[in-house]
């Protein structure tokens, strides 16, 4: 079946009251683990991926490699997503290249700061425009999601007001917009078990009301297993203590009307963790495809673990059966 929209795939989830989860992968290895999980679990699914940040050589290449890729997936229902566009024409590329939904982040200045809400939305209607004419569904972000860097310090978090969702949304016609509800990105999010003084759960249901015609995402999402920090840090790494979004928090925002839950960390926790360890216990090893597959099937088990706690699970029908949503006004796609 040819690529889904995510707005087609976000509609189906609010229908049928679950969300999708969005993982992240930065290579085809990866991205096999998280379609061979839909797959096993028969469940609609979101491959997301970042631009300029995978292995491979250039994106161009990595890009048609995916398209490839889920292509001899032909029953499955996939969203092929640009996680985290940082500007237009970063965007403009992927609808180009055939991706079926892209992130604008306009939440962020060229130098990394949060920028102005007039900014925001300026290229984000941008994005819609152009997208939307190609058929390609948007994710806005509203307030800004912290980022972690390297040395396990985080970056600024700026929670979205649920005031300006309406306007943001009106102005430009997104199909899904990520809220920054205290979730960051990356392996170092809260420095004790996080509670609603940190998770701010409450302003999910306060925008999910401004805008009820626009699908919720949060980021952020990852668990952060402690097993899995372990297993890495057994085998040589050296990961602080930090805590992730907990499993009942993000069963509890589906039920407030998250639609698209984006995780990548916990992937690359149990990613590497096999890989570091299949590389410890065989001091012989060489052959790539023997540790990288280790890290495959560690990939595909957490995700699937995860597709079924989002609801998603069992739902594959729900879009292989269904046409897509016709466009509305405001664009939606
Ligand atoms: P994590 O860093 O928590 O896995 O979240 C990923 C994400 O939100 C990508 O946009």
């Known amino acids: 079946m040819p690529l889904i929209t995510l707005r087609h795939a976000l509609d189906a989830a609010r229908d049928g009251g679950y969300a999708i989860g969005a993982f992240n992968v930065s290579d085809l290895i990866q991205a096999e683990a998280v379609l061979d999980a839909a797959e096993l679990t028969d469940s609609p699914v979101i491959v997301e991926t970042l631009a300029g940040v995978s292995s491979h050589g250039e994106d161009a290449r990595y890009w048609s490699g995916l398209l490839h890729l889920i292509g001899t997936y032909p029953d499955l229902?996939?969203?092929?997503?640009?996680?985290?566009?940082?500007?237009?024409?970063?965007?403009?590329?992927?609808?180009?290249?055939?991706?079926?939904?892209?992130?604008?982040?306009?939440?962020?200045?060229?130098?990394?700061?949060?920028?102005?809400?007039?900014a925001n939305v300026e290229v984000t209607a941008e994005v819609v425009e152009y997208a939307h004419a190609a058929g390609v569904s948007v994710e806005g972000e509203l307030g800004t999601i912290g980022g972690s860097k390297v040395d396990g310090s985080r970056a600024e978090i700026v929670l979205a007001d649920p005031e300006q969702a309406r306007e943001?949304?009106?102005?430009?016609?997104?199909?899904?917009?990520?809220?920054?509800?205290?979730?960051?990105?990356?392996?170092?999010?809260?420095?004790?078990?996080?509670?609603?003084?940190?998770?701010?759960?409450?302003?999910?249901?306060?925008?999910?009301?401004?805008v009820p015609g626009t699908h919720l995402v949060m980021h952020g999402s990852s668990s952060?297993?402690?097993?899995?920090?372990?297993?890495?840090?057994?085998?040589g790494a050296s990961l602080p203590q930090s805590w992730g979004v907990p499993d009942e928090e993000k069963e509890r925002s589906v039920s407030m009307g998250v639609r698209k839950i984006n995780q990548g960390m916990d992937s690359h926790l149990a990613f590497t963790g096999a890989v570091r360890e299949a590389l410890a216990r065989?001091?012989?090893?060489?052959?790539?495809?023997?540790?990288?597959?280790?890290?495959?099937?560690?990939?595909?088990?957490?995700?699937?673990?995860?597709?079924?706690?989002?609801?998603?699970?069992?739902?594959?029908?729900?879009?292989?059966?269904?046409?897509?949503?016709?466009?509305?006004?405001?664009g939606a796609r």
């Open 168 to 210: 943001f949304v009106d102005r430009t016609g997104v199909d899904a917009l990520a809220v920054a509800i205290g979730t960051s990105h990356g392996a170092y999010k809260f420095d004790t078990p996080p509670d609603g003084s940190v998770l701010h759960m409450d302003l999910i249901r306060r925008i999910a009301e401004r």
């Open 77 to 118: 229902p996939v969203v092929l997503h640009l996680d985290h566009g940082p500007d237009a024409t970063t965007c403009r590329r992927a609808v180009d290249h055939g991706f079926s939904s892209v992130m604008i982040d306009g939440s962020l200045g060229s130098d990394g700061r949060p920028s102005s809400f007039e």
């Open 282 to 330: 065989d001091g012989l090893s060489v052959d790539p495809a023997q540790y990288l597959g280790q890290g495959r099937q560690a990939m595909q088990d957490l995700v699937a673990v995860r597709m079924r706690l989002f609801g998603q699970a069992g739902r594959a029908d729900d879009l292989r059966n269904a046409s897509p949503a016709p466009a509305t006004a405001g």
């Open 224 to 235: 952060l297993p402690a097993d899995l920090r372990e297993q890495n840090n057994r085998f």
